[in-house]
């Protein structure tokens, strides 16, 4: 069908928001067949304010990841950016979830006109509908449960490594990483934190603000936990704002893993990062120390030079 559309008419160029959905994943394999120019609009890097444009591919797949950071350090210089700082308050989440409701309610209105429609997402609209009206219903014990359990992680004083969870549909975690699964992902750091971390040490899990639920995620953590002997030694905070407990994170490739690298001391590394990512590279994520021997590819260490003498030793 595409093919025919570009032979009718003078396509030279086509724009998408994100390129590893099915559909726009065929369009840029003829696209660079046929030597059209492909636009990608992807959520920014440095979400929620920036929107990320690139040519040929976002993410993963962004020319960027064949560059070293000296290059592009290199093209910046002679580069004319018209640069706008980004605001101190944005993107209320209750706007992003009012948008995102009247889109699915349009969605699920309205597609009959197309009953052969095979969406990208595994659940369909109407299961993900009743997945988020069951979140808002239980929203304010969520509150109730993130205050309680982030006070106490706070207060305890105790070494704490936070992991960035992600949204399992998220096409930065299924196209970029090694997991097919949350489920995957949380084994291999549980796993990887029972054989490495000192015994002072705790994992807090933070759910995505957006995580539906669909996936009963701190059930699947609390049985890994058992298996792994470390049942008395994690947290799991549902949702809610980032910045609280932002310390050493070990994350796949979430953008939010930013915000610990601008956190950053002297010579601390406050990131572990398993997918791939534009700011995975050696120079500013060097490579974490051997010396543990983990079994898995995600090793845990601590920062050097940090606070509460928080070592892998």
């Known amino acids: 069908m595409l093919s025919t559309i570009i032979a009718e008419k003078p396509i030279t160029d086509i724009v998408l928001y994100g390129d590893t959905r099915p559909l726009h994943a065929e369009a840029i394999k003829l696209a660079k067949a046929l ?17 990320n444009y690139q040519r040929g591919g976002a993410n ?3 020319r960027l990841m064949g560059m070293t950071v000296a290059q592009m350090q290199k093209v910046l210089r002679k580069a004319k950016i018209d640069h ?12 992003h979830a009012y948008y995102s409701f009247i889109y699915h309610l349009q969605i699920l209105l309205n597609n009959r006109t197309y009953p052969n429609y095979q969406s990208h997402p595994a659940d ?8 988020y009206l069951r979140r ?12 309680i359990t982030t006070r106490r992680i706070i207060h305890s004083g105790q070494a704490y490594h936070l992991v960035l969870m992600q949204l399992e549909h998220d096409s930065a975690f299924l196209m970029h990483s090694p997991f097919t699964s949350m489920p995957e992902f ?32 701190e059930r699947d953590v609390a049985a890994l936990a058992a298996h792994y002997k470390i049942a008395d030694r994690f947290d799991y905070v549902p949702g809610g704002k980032l910045a609280q407990l932002l310390d ?13 690298l601008w956190r950053r001391s002297g010579n601390a590394q406050p990131i572990c990062k398993i997918g791939s990512s534009l700011v995975a590279f050696r120079s500013i ?15 845990f260490w601590c920062l050097r030079k940090w606070k509460m003498t928080r070592q892998f030793d």
Not at 35 to 51: K, T
Not at 124 to 131: D, G, V
């Open 60 to 62: 993963g797949n962004s």
């Open 136 to 147: 808002v219903l239980v929203h304010p014990i969520e509150i109730l449960k993130r205050y």
């Open 248 to 260: 050493h994170a070990v994350t796949v490739n979430s953008t939010a893993g930013q915000q610990a």
């Open 84 to 95: 706008t700082e980004a605001p101190a308050h944005w993107d209320d989440i209750r706007q």
């Open 186 to 217: 949380l084994r291999c750091v549980i796993k990887a934190f029972a054989a490495g971390a000192p015994r002072h040490h705790r994992l807090v899990f933070k759910a995505h603000p957006l995580e539906s639920g669909r996936r009963a995620l």
């Open 35 to 51: 030597d059209l120019r492909v636009h990608v609009f992807e959520e920014g890097y440095l979400r929620p304010y920036w929107v």
């Open 285 to 299: 994520i060097p490579p974490y120390p051997r010396r543990w021997h983990c079994p898995l590819a995600i090793e």
């Open 124 to 131: 369909r609209i109407a299961q993900e509908f009743r997945t």
